[in-house]
């Protein structure tokens, strides 16, 4: 008998370690769905990092880029940024947003090409930022 899951709205059951570990706990089907959003990521993001963060799949890149989750009546994307859904308006049309959040299904999943075109939006944001950053923090010497 399988045991109650600690969060009634997802499929986890206990806080996963790293990504793998949470795709072994979702159900064969939503692991189908999540794999392939997960390598859409990782194709439009190398350079990232693959962490758990909030108890959700996340990439890192210059700062926290993109999570998704699985929940038992939908699948999550989280962009991280509402200057990129607000940009993405349009196109995530057809998708229930919500705070951040975007819903979809293993009928009506995100298409690829949007996910990787956010994606890539989210990596030159957090470059941009980056750079501002470090510009901000380093005070040259001044000449007289």
Do not use: C, Q, W
Request: without cysteine; hydrophobic residues 40%.
């Amino acid at each position: 008998m399988r045991r109650a899951s600690s969060n009634p709205r997802t499929h986890m059951r206990r806080p996963a370690k790293d990504i793998d570990a949470y795709l072994a706990g979702v159900p064969k089907d939503a692991r189908a769905v999540l794999e392939k959003l997960r390598k859409t990521i990782k194709a439009a993001a190398p350079k990232a990092v693959e962490v758990i963060s909030y108890g959700m799949p996340a990439f890192k890149l210059h700062g926290l880029l993109v999570f998704f989750a699985s929940f038992k009546d939908h699948f999550s994307f989280f962009p991280g940024s509402k200057t990129i859904l607000n940009t993405f308006r349009a196109e995530l049309e057809p998708f229930k947003t919500f705070r951040g959040t975007v819903h979809f299904s293993a009928d009506h999943p995100l298409p690829a090409s949007l996910v990787t075109r956010i994606v890539k939006a989210r990596v030159k944001e957090n470059e941009e930022r980056a750079r501002a950053r470090k510009r901000h923090r380093f005070v040259g010497p001044t000449l007289m």
